[in-house]
């Protein structure tokens, strides 16, 4: 593994070693072919792009927005950015224009990148009306700027840099300047019980998160692929992005998260990081055929998932010899079946996955494992850059329940109220120009994560919840709201949950259904409906509902189990406020919009 540099230096770097090798790869919207990206071809776009932010009047630690879903293009303006000795300022691509208009005013952003129309036009609402934001640049040529004085195409951006012999040596300087100590990213966290907070990430975060996933992920090669899945103003996915290029890894830029399961297919990566979710819906959906299957073909597949489970999870998970009828059972299903399952989603090829971001359920975790799919089951934040613990893709020796090994070189430890406390390299400094929160975040300098846990006797971090939003009954027993939200969200006809009972007599929930599979079902029932509303109000439904929530949650606790519930017609999205951009739900809001229903529930 090479050492790791300055990531605003990389393309430069490499495109010396590696100029004609691929590093990127993009859609080609109108005929489908996947379009590969050399490290010479985004050296030199990283280059104009670096000249031209300096021929508009860029200086050293300015910080520029990049407000865009995936492209190859926010790649390389995120490179360039840094190779101006300058700091990125990622924004979710379905980010409000009241949003983005308080983080270039935390930040006091003059410039940004806009990916397509929505986000130009979100920027120039802005733009209006605010004392910073002087210059927005257009990516997508389709954009239509409108007569924006103070906006240009990507193309005309680049034009200031082609040519200027001055821009040259301005960059050259920068890049004598360039330091460890830069703020490489600012990441505003989603803000799920405050405004949101800009997370600063230093060049030498940067640099020890590529390190330590080198000690980590020993067997990491140029023939791995990935699918950049997840928004790169994401942390996640961002540092993972960064560590599979740095190592060489063909990275396939994913522009539309709706079309994943399509991509998959044409691409059949080797690794991609996912969010549980993602596994849930493939859980879900793997179930949802084999129910369609005859009776035989059931049988047989429930028999094939057991054997996996036997020979993954007791046998071979502990590294003990496995039974020879045992062993070769699993060899035929994994030929068979297991294959042709995996052939179906597109993961023929993968090697492990990568999985974080909120917990992963049990029943997904194992029955992922049955049928041979490495899942990767990790735990960070942005303030950790991402990853603190990981299973071990190497070591079958994982513990289900935990969000694996701790690290290497990231200390651990369990403070009052089992809040996990971190250290390390990793770990932010703080918090941009939030001193009272710096000041609440850490302790004799350890980090506060949030979050309650313990540490395994085999070192294994478990993830119990975030501690602000454990719910205590009035009866004094403790329930983890996003634990009883994972195991209802398993079931096929259960799109999303909302946990209540803090200082309740008992736990309920409001249920989104997943309507077309809802939909479906009560038309094979002869359930006729007009509309969605009409369609939850209906008494089989509601009896329907019931009946799988306590299947659902026939593990959990007599006091964790949902006593009453309400099923409602809309989604929580981030547009109503209801969940925060990378999907969390906010708990206080939700609250508050449904004070009625909640209210009726405990009547």
Same mark, same amino acid.
């Given at each position: 593994?090479?050492?790791?540099?300055?990531?605003?230096?990389?393309?430069? /770097?490499? =495109?010396?070693?590696?100029?004609?090798?691929?590093?990127?790869?993009?859609?080609?919207?109108?005929?489908?072919?996947?379009?590969?990206?050399?490290?010479?071809?985004? #050296?030199?776009?990283?280059?104009?792009?670096?000249?031209?932010?300096?021929?508009?009047?860029?200086?050293?630690?300015?910080?520029?927005?990049?407000?865009?879903?995936?492209?190859?293009?926010?790649?390389?303006?995120?490179?360039?950015?840094?190779?101006?000795?300058?700091?990125?300022?990622?924004?979710?691509?379905?980010?409000?224009?009241?949003?983005?208009?308080?983080?270039?005013?935390?930040?006091?952003? $003059?410039?940004?990148?806009?990916?397509?129309?929505?986000?130009?036009?979100?920027?120039?609402?802005?733009?209006?009306?605010?004392?910073?934001?002087?210059?927005? &640049?257009?990516?997508?040529?389709?954009?239509?700027?409108?007569?924006?004085? =103070?906006?240009?195409?990507?193309?005309?951006? @680049?034009?200031?840099?082609? /040519?200027?012999?001055?821009?040259?040596?301005?960059?050259?300087?920068?890049?004598?300047? +360039?330091?460890?100590?830069?703020? =490489?990213?600012?990441?505003?966290?989603?803000?799920? *019980?405050? /405004? %949101?907070?800009?997370?600063?990430?230093?060049?030498?975060?940067?640099?020890?998160?590529?390190?330590?996933?080198?000690?980590?992920?020993?067997?990491? *090669?140029?023939?791995?692929? #990935?699918?950049?899945?997840?928004?790169?103003?994401?942390?996640?996915?961002?540092?993972?992005?960064?560590?599979?290029?740095?190592?060489?890894?063909?990275?396939?830029?994913?522009?539309?998260?709706?079309?994943?399961?399509?991509?998959?297919?044409?691409?059949?990566?080797?690794?991609?990081?996912?969010?549980?979710?993602?596994?849930?819906?493939?859980?879900?959906?793997?179930?949802?055929?084999?129910?369609?299957? $005859?009776?035989?073909?059931?049988?047989?597949?429930?028999?094939?998932?057991?054997?996996?489970?036997?020979?993954?999870?007791?046998?071979?998970?502990?590294?003990?010899?496995?039974?020879? +009828?045992?062993?070769?059972?699993?060899?035929?299903?994994?030929?068979?079946?297991?294959?042709?399952?995996?052939?179906?989603?597109?993961?023929?090829?993968?090697?492990?996955?990568?999985?974080?971001?909120?917990?992963? $359920?049990?029943?997904?975790?194992?029955?992922?494992? $049955?049928?041979? +799919?490495?899942?990767?089951?990790?735990?960070?934040?942005?303030?950790?850059? =991402?990853?603190?613990?990981?299973?071990?893709?190497?070591?079958?020796?994982?513990?289900?329940?935990?969000?694996?090994?701790? @690290?290497?070189?990231?200390?651990?430890?369990?403070?009052?109220?089992?809040?996990?406390?971190?250290?390390?390299?990793?770990? *932010?400094?703080?918090?941009?120009?939030? %001193?009272?929160?710096?000041? /609440?975040?850490?302790?004799?300098?350890?980090?506060?994560?949030?979050?309650?846990?313990?540490?395994?006797?085999?070192?294994?971090?478990?993830?119990?919840?975030?501690?602000?939003?454990?719910?205590?009954?009035?009866?004094?027993?403790? &329930?983890?709201?996003?634990?009883?939200?994972?195991?209802?969200?398993?079931?096929?006809?259960?799109?999303?949950?909302?946990?209540?009972?803090?200082?309740?007599?008992?736990?309920?929930?409001?249920?989104?259904?997943?309507?077309?599979?809802?939909?479906?079902?009560?038309?094979?029932?002869?359930?006729?409906?007009?509309?969605?509303?009409?369609?939850?109000?209906?008494?089989?439904?509601?009896?329907?509902?019931?009946?799988?929530?306590?299947?659902?949650?026939?593990?959990?606790?007599?006091?964790?189990?949902?006593?009453?519930? *309400?099923?409602?017609?809309?989604?929580?999205?981030?547009?109503?406020?209801?969940?925060?951009?990378?999907?969390?739900?906010?708990?206080? &809001?939700?609250?508050?919009?449904?004070?009625?229903?909640?209210?009726?529930?405990?009547?």
């Amino acid at each position: 593994m090479e050492e790791p540099i300055h990531l605003g230096k990389l393309a430069f /770097e490499k =495109a010396k070693k590696y100029a004609n090798r691929t590093v990127l790869k993009k859609r080609n919207d109108q005929n489908g072919h996947w379009e590969s990206i050399t490290w010479g071809e985004l #050296s030199q776009q990283v280059e104009v792009i670096a000249k031209s932010l300096i021929e508009m009047g860029v200086k050293e630690n300015d910080r520029i927005a990049i407000f865009s879903q995936n492209m190859t293009d926010i790649v390389a303006i995120d490179l360039a950015v840094l190779a101006v000795k300058c700091t990125s300022v990622p924004m979710y691509a379905t980010s409000s224009a009241a949003q983005i208009d308080y983080i270039i005013n935390d930040a006091e952003i $003059s410039l940004i990148f806009a990916g397509e129309q929505y986000q130009y036009d979100c920027a120039v609402e802005v733009l209006q009306q605010s004392q910073f934001l002087k210059k927005i &640049v257009a990516i997508d040529p389709s954009i239509q700027l409108k007569g924006v004085d =103070a906006a240009l195409s990507l193309e005309d951006f @680049m034009k200031h840099g082609h /040519e200027s012999a001055k821009a040259s040596e301005i960059l050259a300087e920068r890049q004598q300047n +360039l330091s460890m100590d830069d703020i =490489a990213t600012l990441i505003y966290t989603s803000g799920t *019980t405050g /405004e %949101p907070k800009g997370v600063i990430i230093k060049q030498c975060n940067y640099q020890q998160v590529i390190k330590i996933h080198n000690l980590r992920l020993t067997n990491i *090669t140029d023939k791995d692929t #990935s699918v950049c899945f997840l928004p790169l103003s994401h942390i996640f996915e961002r540092a993972w992005t960064y560590f599979c290029i740095h190592n060489n890894v063909v990275v396939y830029i994913n522009k539309n998260p709706k079309e994943i399961q399509t991509i998959i297919k044409e691409v059949r990566p080797t690794m991609m990081c996912a969010v549980p979710r993602f596994w849930e819906k493939v859980y879900i959906g793997v179930n949802d055929k084999i129910d369609s299957f $005859s009776p035989f073909m059931q049988k047989l597949m429930r028999r094939a998932i057991r054997i996996g489970r036997e020979r993954n999870l007791e046998y071979r998970r502990y590294d003990k010899k496995v039974p020879t +009828l045992l062993a070769f059972q699993y060899w035929i299903y994994s030929n068979t079946l297991f294959k042709v399952l995996k052939k179906v989603i597109g993961l023929d090829n993968g090697r492990f996955f990568p999985t974080a971001g909120a917990a992963l $359920s049990n029943d997904v975790n194992i029955f992922l494992h $049955s049928v041979g +799919l490495n899942i990767c089951v990790g735990y960070g934040l942005t303030e950790s850059c =991402a990853t603190v613990s990981c299973y071990n893709p190497y070591n079958r020796d994982y513990e289900v329940e935990s969000a694996g090994d701790v @690290m290497p070189e990231v200390e651990v430890k369990i403070g009052e109220n089992d809040e996990i406390l971190l250290r390390g390299k990793t770990i *932010t400094e703080g918090y941009y120009n939030k %001193p009272q929160a710096n000041a /609440e975040s850490f302790v004799d300098g350890w980090f506060r994560t949030g979050d309650a846990g313990y540490l395994t006797e085999k070192g294994r971090l478990v993830i119990r919840e975030r501690i602000k939003e454990l719910y205590k009954t009035s009866n004094g027993k403790y &329930v983890a709201p996003q634990q009883v939200e994972n195991c209802l969200c398993v079931d096929k006809y259960i799109e999303q949950a909302a946990i209540i009972g803090d200082q309740r007599k008992y736990v309920s929930a409001l249920i989104v259904p997943a309507f077309p599979a809802l939909e479906a079902y009560a038309e094979a029932a002869k359930i006729k409906f007009n509309s969605r509303e009409e369609l939850i109000q209906n008494p089989k439904i509601v009896e329907f509902i019931e009946a799988r929530i306590q299947q659902a949650q026939k593990e959990l606790a007599a006091y964790e189990q949902v006593k009453k519930f *309400t099923l409602l017609a809309q989604p929580f999205t981030p547009d109503n406020g209801e969940l925060t951009l990378t999907l969390k739900l906010k708990r206080k &809001v939700i609250n508050q919009h449904y004070e009625q229903a909640i209210e009726n529930m405990y009547i």
